[in-house]
């Protein structure tokens, strides 16, 4: 490319609940012989705030061989079907998986970085693998789709449910209860979502075609014989990587992470590739510097410059913080701002400043109302962002599960203003007596309708996206529901109050991370925002129905904003701010 690229990771090992998970399955499978030991949790983390190129240097082994896992192209269903069972057939007989010769962007589609080969993690979670393509660009690990195709199988999916989200910062997300995966919590591990992942209809595999799956992706790791790409430039043949016997020493793997493939069963292998990928995963980081904080964009400098705290003191929590924040920056007579003079993007044309407009975006963002609901005056001046009771800063999320109205409105669209509204949706012994008839399909239940984990359609009215109400309580899915119910903001729900409580996931999404927005359009669960002014517009708009008693459980901290039109270019503005190199080295 001329460009040297890499990740900006500033490793940080996961503490307690990651680690302790990783226990949990290294004990697993020591029983059968498999690991040489547990992992040891007794030693501390390395320091989150790893200068760039030192990171790049350690480099742990089992990160390294995790990537290559998350580029593998050969665990697709297409690859079974067209390789004639030969694990190392490249180039496949006939062309690769067409969903892969193009990548899709709201303006159509372009060419694509995989073209011949199958579905792979990186297709939908793209670094610089398109930043040379017309209409392409760098990611950060997202990519250009509204909803992400998926491999046609016959059956009538031809994209995901939802829109592609950005893993960056994915392993900040260790507070109990936030540790929980996907957009809707659906998943308790990295672990549990890489190995479904894998055996599922991103990959072209059906439901009912799980142990297929799963026996293949052991055949590729069992049968590769060293000589691809990936292999060649990443340690060589699985078996010998796995087994922690790679005649590359930067891919020799902790003994936690060995595996004797001859030996492990078919399900054993898939979840040390799954414990792999989320190693790699759990690597992801926006820059930062050697004290931890956030480095990389024009905010960041920002703050640097006019000697704000760009991260919590210890043991002050993000809000607490944020509002620390609020009360400096209204003290800040003489604001220092970030021009060209203090820095340039080389990945994209963007000016690297942080001006009085940004600043303005930056007080609206903090804002929160004087009292507990927004008074006359706040509506008719605006300026009352509320978004950092959700995106609180640093890290600009959360990690809860929020109901925006998103759903709503894609629903009003398609069906008329007022239709999510009179929806019919079962309340929970109904929906759980006949999961067939509301709920996701899974392996257990493969024929399962999964009408309200889908996107809006015009011609057909049952469909809507009600994101956690199809995890909550669901019992193919097995999510803890204390854990979702701290995510939604509740208390302990005893049994007695588990209607009530189902009625209040309707429509809750996980709270993103805002960090380099630039680089993760289009936005929202769905794609259906294109820029970040219809992203302020839409919270603008469904602040006001909020208020109104229009938003069918309504989140009420929506509610509590308060913007005029005059707001949406200047958080805008800010929200651009926080773009920042990513992947640079």
């Given at each position: 490319?001329?460009?040297?690229?890499?990740?900006?990771?500033?490793?940080?090992?996961?503490?307690?609940?990651?680690?302790?998970?990783?226990?949990?399955?290294?004990?697993?499978?020591?029983?059968?012989?498999?690991?040489?030991?547990?992992?040891?949790?007794?030693?501390?983390?390395?320091?989150?705030?790893?200068?760039?190129?030192?990171?790049?240097?350690?480099?742990?082994?089992?990160?390294?061989?995790?990537?290559?896992?998350?580029?593998?192209?050969?665990?697709?269903?297409?690859?079974?079907?067209?390789?004639?069972?030969?694990?190392?057939?490249?180039?496949?007989?006939?062309?690769?998986?067409?969903?892969?010769?193009?990548?899709?962007?709201?303006?159509?589609?372009?060419?694509?970085?995989?073209?011949?080969?199958?579905?792979?993690?990186?297709?939908?979670?793209?670094?610089?693998?398109?930043?040379?393509?017309?209409?392409?660009?760098?990611?950060?690990?997202?990519?250009?789709?509204?909803?992400?195709?998926?491999?046609?199988?016959?059956?009538?999916?031809?994209?995901?449910?939802?829109?592609?989200?950005?893993?960056?910062?994915?392993?900040?997300?260790?507070?109990?209860?936030?540790?929980?995966?996907?957009?809707?919590?659906?998943?308790?591990?990295?672990?549990?979502?890489?190995?479904?992942?894998?055996?599922?209809?991103?990959?072209?595999?059906?439901?009912?075609?799980?142990?297929?799956?799963?026996?293949?992706?052991?055949?590729?790791?069992?049968?590769?014989?060293?000589?691809?790409?990936?292999?060649?430039?990443?340690?060589?043949?699985?078996?010998?990587?796995?087994?922690?016997?790679?005649?590359?020493?930067?891919?020799?793997?902790?003994?936690?992470?060995?595996?004797?493939?001859?030996?492990?069963?078919?399900?054993?292998?898939?979840?040390?590739?799954?414990?792999?990928?989320?190693?790699?995963?759990?690597?992801?980081?926006?820059?930062?510097?050697?004290?931890?904080?956030?480095?990389?964009?024009?905010?960041?400098?920002?703050?640097?410059?006019?000697?704000?705290?760009?991260?919590?003191a210890p043991g002050e929590s993000d809000l607490a913080y944020s509002r620390r924040?609020?009360?400096?920056?209204?003290?800040?007579?003489?604001?220092?701002?970030?021009?060209?003079?203090?820095?340039?993007?080389?990945?994209?044309?963007?000016?690297?400043?942080?001006?009085?407009?940004?600043?303005?975006?930056?007080?609206?963002?903090?804002?929160?109302?004087?009292?507990?609901?927004?008074?006359?005056?706040?509506?008719?001046?605006?300026?009352?962002?509320?978004?950092?009771?959700?995106?609180?800063?640093?890290?600009?999320?959360?990690?809860?599960?929020?109901?925006?109205?998103?759903?709503?409105?894609?629903?009003?669209?398609?069906?008329?203003?007022?239709?999510?509204?009179?929806?019919?949706?079962?309340?929970?012994?109904?929906?759980?007596?006949?999961?067939?008839?509301?709920?996701?399909?899974?392996?257990?239940?493969?024929?399962?309708?999964?009408?309200?984990?889908?996107?809006?359609?015009?011609?057909?009215?049952?469909?809507?996206?009600?994101?956690?109400?199809?995890?909550?309580?669901?019992?193919?899915?097995?999510?803890?529901?204390?854990?979702?119910?701290?995510?939604?903001?509740?208390?302990?729900?005893?049994?007695?109050?588990?209607?009530?409580?189902?009625?209040?996931?309707?429509?809750?999404?996980?709270?993103?991370?805002?960090?380099?927005?630039?680089?993760?359009?289009?936005?929202?669960?769905?794609?259906?925002?294109?820029?970040?002014?219809?992203?302020?517009?839409?919270?603008?708009?469904?602040?006001?129905?909020?208020?109104?008693?229009?938003?069918?459980?309504?989140?009420?901290?929506?509610?509590?904003?308060?913007?005029?039109?005059?707001?949406?270019?200047?958080?805008?503005?800010?929200?651009?701010?926080?773009?920042?190199?990513?992947?640079?080295?």
């Amino acid at each position: 490319m001329g460009i040297a690229l890499r990740r900006r990771n500033n490793r940080m090992t996961r503490l307690n609940s990651h680690a302790l998970r990783l226990v949990g399955l290294a004990a697993l499978l020591a029983t059968a012989g498999i690991f040489a030991k547990a992992m040891d949790i007794s030693a501390q983390p390395p320091s989150p705030a790893r200068q760039s190129a030192e990171a790049e240097e350690a480099e742990p082994a089992e990160v390294l061989v995790g990537e290559r896992l998350f580029e593998e192209t050969r665990f697709a269903q297409f690859y079974f079907a067209n390789s004639g069972g030969d694990a190392n057939a490249e180039p496949l007989p006939g062309g690769g998986d067409p969903v892969v010769a193009t990548l899709m962007t709201p303006d159509g589609p372009i060419a694509g970085p995989f073209a011949g080969k199958s579905m792979s993690c990186r297709q939908c979670h793209l670094e610089s693998q398109a930043a040379e393509t017309p209409g392409g660009g760098f990611r950060t690990y997202a990519d250009f789709a509204v909803r992400s195709p998926v491999p046609d199988r016959g059956d009538g999916e031809k994209v995901t449910v939802r829109n592609s989200p950005s893993l960056v910062n994915l392993a900040l997300n260790t507070t109990a209860p936030a540790e929980l995966y996907h957009l809707d919590g659906q998943f308790p591990n990295l672990e549990k979502l890489v190995a479904d992942t894998l055996t599922d209809r991103n990959f072209g595999w059906k439901l009912t075609e799980r142990q297929a799956a799963i026996r293949h992706v052991a055949s590729i790791v069992r049968n590769d014989n060293g000589q691809g790409e990936l292999a060649q430039q990443n340690g060589g043949a699985y078996a010998l990587v796995l087994a922690g016997k790679s005649p590359d020493p930067r891919f020799v793997l902790p003994e936690s992470y060995r595996l004797d493939v001859a030996r492990a069963t078919d399900e054993q292998i898939l979840y040390a590739v799954g414990r792999l990928m989320a190693a790699y995963m759990d690597s992801l980081f926006f820059a930062r510097d050697e004290e931890g904080a956030f480095a990389g964009s024009p905010y960041d400098v920002f703050l640097q410059k006019n000697g704000l705290p760009r991260r919590p003191a210890p043991g002050e929590s993000d809000l607490a913080y944020s509002r620390r924040l609020r009360g400096l920056l209204a003290n800040l007579k003489q604001p220092r701002f970030v021009t060209p003079a203090d820095g340039a993007f080389e990945l994209s044309d963007q000016p690297f400043a942080f001006g009085a407009q940004e600043l303005v975006g930056l007080q609206i963002f903090l804002a929160e109302p004087q009292g507990r609901a927004v008074g006359a005056t706040e509506l008719q001046q605006g300026k009352v962002g509320n978004c950092m009771v959700c995106h609180v800063a640093p890290k600009f999320t959360d990690f809860s599960l929020h109901n925006t109205g998103a759903s709503q409105q894609e629903y009003d669209d398609a069906h008329g203003e007022g239709a999510f509204a009179n929806l019919p949706i079962p309340a929970l012994k109904e929906r759980n007596t006949n999961y067939d008839a509301y709920l996701p399909p899974t392996s257990l239940h493969p024929n399962a309708s999964g009408v309200f984990r889908k996107p809006a359609d015009s011609a057909n009215p049952a469909l809507a996206d009600l994101g956690a109400w199809n995890v909550y309580l669901n019992p193919d899915f097995k999510v803890p529901p204390e854990k979702l119910e701290a995510l939604m903001g509740l208390a302990k729900v005893p049994n007695s109050g588990k209607d009530a409580a189902l009625t209040q996931s309707l429509g809750r999404f996980k709270t993103p991370g805002l960090r380099d927005l630039a680089d993760s359009a289009p936005y929202l669960h769905n794609g259906s925002k294109g820029t970040l002014e219809e992203v302020a517009e839409f919270y603008r708009s469904f602040s006001q129905k909020t208020r109104a008693a229009q938003v069918r459980n309504a989140d009420l901290e929506i509610g509590r904003i308060a913007l005029v039109q005059d707001d949406v270019a200047a958080l805008a503005a800010f929200m651009r701010s926080l773009k920042e190199d990513y992947g640079l080295d």
